[in-house]
């Protein structure tokens, strides 16, 4: 199994190669000793469409030298691309749509000749339409370290941002019953899972589908009552939904970080009414005080596009004094890439590669003395961290991530201390910033 893209897809991979497990194979680390690749794709940008072509075409290679029987390819980029993905590479034998995820046991048995875990037919390509429900991930053979899972709440998205693919690909948004991701996490909890990290391309619009509005107020308090879970954190926050409720829940949560991620996109009223963002300036700027008032030592994760057509000298100029004002302890920034299929593509006045380059740039410069910043303001504290590995090589000194640092994506915390062990929290003692990154010693027992 190779994964490749978001948390969303990883936990698509995940309950993927749990069934298959279930249905009778066994999980080998090295492609070349495998009967059945499965890669996993992403199609959500050029880049990520690119990385999936590559690594499809490696196990292409494979295949036609014989290290390899079949290849089977499921995920975003599959469901964007469709039957023109054989053209490119003859060689993939099953194409699976992203809701056909379950059906992957029946599906490879159809092209590897296993009968007895056959139902379907040997259709190259499969793609079923959305089933309106989401489905369990409650076979999950997990990726991840053992104490930290991605918990999906949500599926799709209701938003007509102009820049975005993703409704196209994974359909409308789709909740899950509150009930069904409790037992989800306490499944994950038993596993050894301490941190949960929900997920979704809209977590704030979580319940309106099933509810009568927003429920993630609601959600995030019955994840607090369970036992086995000690950190949650919240990301891919939509700001309009981001409620008074919702709000209070998380400022008075046990479990629930003091971090937010909240992909703004832009400032400026020109582009986010072009970006069909359905949310003003003005009104991020108030949600943003807001938060900031209400829930004490927050983190802000957020991510930014630069150079979407019709971006003027004067709209970046804003982009770039709301940075500068926002001060964003974390913060992703993306130069605009054309993507077919969108609005956003058949605006005028799109800006060349060299000024988005620059502006990306510009920004990330003005950010990165923020994030310093931020990471010398962290001395002299005294913070948990969530022990993720040992440093190789290095006496007592483990890698680790305190409630600011979301995995994969943010800094990292170096902790000195004795008898440390990965999924330990360990209240430590920050003694010094390198750049992004935190220096601590252990100072208390892990819990």
């Given at each position: 199994?190779?994964s490749?893209?978001?948390?969303k897809?990883?936990?698509?991979s ?7 497990q279930?249905?009778?194979y ?20 050029d ?10 075409r490696?196990?292409a ?7 390899i ?15 023109v ?18 059906e ?21 390509a ?7 429900l ?18 999906k709440?949500?599926?799709?998205c ?16 789709v ?13 994950l ?8 990290v ?10 309106f ?6 429920r993630l ?18 990301m ?17 949560s046990?479990?629930?970080?003091p971090?937010l991620?909240?992909?703004l ?53 804003e982009?770039?004094e ?14 605009y ?5 969108t ?16 502006r ?11 994030a310093?910043?931020?990471a ?5 504290r005294?913070l ?14 483990h890698?680790?991530?305190?409630y ?40 208390a027992?892990?819990?």
């Open positions: 199994m190779i490749l893209g978001c948390p897809n990883l936990i698509d995940e309950q993927m190669l749990g069934l298959m279930k249905g009778g066994r999980w080998v680390q090295k492609p070349q000793k495998a009967d059945v690749v499965i890669v996993n794709t992403c199609g959500f940008i880049q990520a469409r690119q990385e999936s072509l590559d690594v499809i490696q196990m290679k494979l295949k036609s030298r014989g290290k029987k079949k290849l089977v390819v499921t995920g975003c980029l599959v469901e964007r691309d469709r039957e993905l054989f053209e490119r590479c003859p060689d993939i034998d099953r194409l699976v749509g992203v809701f056909a995820r379950d992957i046991v029946d599906l490879v048995g159809t092209i590897n000749g296993d009968e007895t875990n056959t139902k379907g037919s040997c259709n190259r499969v793609f079923p339409k959305s089933p309106g989401l489905p369990k991930d409650d076979q999950r053979k997990r990726l991840t370290a053992r104490h930290t899972a991605y918990l709440i949500s599926e799709g209701d938003r007509v941002c102009s820049f975005c693919t993703i409704p196209s690909i994974r359909g409308k948004h909740s899950k019953p509150v009930e069904q991701i409790v037992s989800e996490a306490r499944e909890g038993a596993s050894g899972a301490r941190e949960l929900l997920v979704g391309q809209d977590t704030s619009y979580y319940g589908d099933l509810y009568d509005g927003p107020a609601q959600l995030v308090s019955e994840l607090d009552k369970v036992d086995s879970i000690d950190w949650i954190r919240l891919y926050l939509y700001p309009m939904h981001i409620t008074e409720e919702l709000i209070d829940a998380i400022s008075t046990k479990k629930v970080l971090y991620d909240i992909p996109q832009h400032a400026s009223e020109n582009i986010l009414r072009r970006m069909k963002r359905c949310v003003t300036g003005k009104e991020v700027e108030q949600l943003l005080g807001r938060l900031r008032e209400k829930i004490e030592t927050l983190v802000l994760r957020s991510t930014l596009i630069v150079g979407f057509p019709g971006e003027t000298e004067r709209d970046f100029e982009l770039l709301f940075v500068s004002r926002q001060k964003f302890e974390r913060l992703g920034v993306f130069g890439c054309r993507e077919p299929g609005a956003a593509d058949l605006l005028d006045d799109h800006l060349d590669a060299r000024t988005i380059d620059a990306r740039n510009m920004v990330l410069t003005s950010q990165q003395s923020i310093f910043d931020f010398r303001s962290q001395v002299g005294k948990n961290v969530l022990i993720d590995s040992r440093v190789p090589d290095e006496r007592n000194v890698l680790g991530r305190s600011a640092d979301a995995p994969d994506v943010d800094p990292l915390v170096y902790v000195t201390g004795e008898g440390l062990a990965a999924g330990q929290i360990v209240p430590c003692e920050i003694v010094a910033s390198q750049e992004y990154d935190l220096i601590g010693f252990a100072i027992e892990p819990y």
